[in-house]
């Protein structure tokens, strides 16, 4: 297989770790792993004291899988598969997919969402998210793009880069619209958990739809993605024992510590998740406050879901000259939408860490300064 450069990755790979402010994360605040494994239950403790650092089963830890199933009302842990987050795109293409396929994906999108299924050599249809209409999904667009040999749709809600959400209305409406014509669904749920006020976010799609692969993990919502912990979860179990065979040529299993302090997440769940939930909720004031002051300069959909927005930068022909300045002159990184290959005119803003405010600052006095 022959696959193009992941640009978002390389991207992150040239400044995360060398330049001073990150303004495009999209995984929420971090914890350090003791704070983490002081969390652990009585029951859990002995799990991470004794933990030996052997192989460990394909499918995943028992326990994990457990406390994984129980975040998908009528699923087993039999339902799920662990893998590292991206590896679960990987595993679930090549088990599904054949050259000459056709897949439909959302867009814009996080690129092995579309481009692992065209290194397979399917066909790749762009549904195209409305940012006239708060980056809304359309089912008749999607229906447009649909073919005899569509094999997969492709969705991210919360989305990433936009922050939309969607309803369960419209979640019904797609899986009727893809039931009957047979058609599989990948759904990543990576920011699944993280509502900014939805009172009633819709339904996991696995336990939903028979045909659906959910994806989720502890690397967005969680603030976990040192831990490479995500999984795979569908009613399809013919197609999760497939995967769990292709697995054997990727990483084989998981890692021991990874798991046990996966275990450790998921029983502290609502604690963790209440906390970034409330520091999105914070940082969304101080963005709205900031986007408020520079809307000569900068139109934005205000997220609804996730941990970032996706602003039109108004200014410039270039945002992707725009952002190199910006790093070059404040040490500021931010992500350009060519790295979504989703033209040149907007960037993405994360708005999960708690130093968001700090950098936003910086940020927007070099706005004032020189737009």
Not at 2 to 10: A, N, Q
Not at 56 to 79: C, K, S, V
Not at 201 to 229: E, I, M, Q
Not at 341 to 363: A, C
């Amino acid at each position: 297989m022959k696959i193009p450069v992941f640009d978002l990755e390389r991207y992150f790979a040239k400044y995360e770790f060398s330049t001073k402010y990150l303004l495009s994360c999209s995984d929420c605040q971090t914890m350090s792993m003791h704070e983490l494994a002081a969390m652990a239950s009585e029951a859990a403790r002995p799990l991470w004291d004794g933990l030996e650092l052997g192989y460990t089963e394909t499918m995943g830890h028992p326990l994990l899988r457990q406390a994984i199933a129980d975040l998908y009302p009528g699923l087993a842990a039999d339902n799920t598969l662990i893998a590292a987050p991206e590896e679960g795109v990987f595993l679930l293409m090549n088990t599904l997919l054949k050259a000459g396929d056709h897949v439909v994906c959302i867009s814009p999108a996080y690129q092995s969402l579309h481009e692992v299924a065209r290194a397979i050599g399917c066909g790749v249809s762009d549904w195209v998210l409305d940012e006239q209409n708060g980056w809304a999904p359309d089912l008749a667009d999607l229906e447009k793009l649909l073919r005899p040999e569509t094999r997969l749709v492709v969705i991210n809600f919360p989305h990433n880069p936009s922050g939309a959400v969607v309803s369960q209305d419209f979640l019904d409406s797609l899986y009727a619209l893809l039931d009957a014509r047979g058609i599989y669904l990948l759904s990543d749920e990576m920011y699944r958990f993280l509502y900014h006020d939805q009172v009633q976010p819709p339904n996991p799609a696995c336990g939903d739809y028979h045909r659906a692969v959910t994806l989720g993990g502890l690397s967005k919502a969680f603030g976990l993605p040192g831990l490479r912990l995500g999984w795979l979860a569908t009613q399809d179990m013919d197609l999760l024992e497939e995967m769990s065979r292709f697995k054997d040529y990727t990483t084989i299993c998981h890692s021991a510590p990874s798991e046990i302090l996966g275990i450790i997440a998921l029983e502290n769940r609502e604690a963790i998740l209440d906390r970034q939930t409330r520091l999105i909720r914070k940082n969304r004031r101080v963005l709205e406050a900031f986007l408020k002051e520079h809307d000569a300069r900068i139109r934005c959909v205000l997220p609804k879901g996730g941990s970032m927005c996706f602003p039109r930068l108004t200014f410039t022909d270039s945002a992707q000259a725009f952002c190199e300045n910006l790093v070059r002159d404040t040490g500021v990184m931010l992500v350009p939408s060519t790295m979504f290959r989703f033209g040149d005119h907007h960037v993405r803003i994360g708005i999960g860490r708690r130093d968001f405010p700090k950098v936003l600052e910086v940020f927007s006095s070099y706005l004032a300064a020189v737009v």
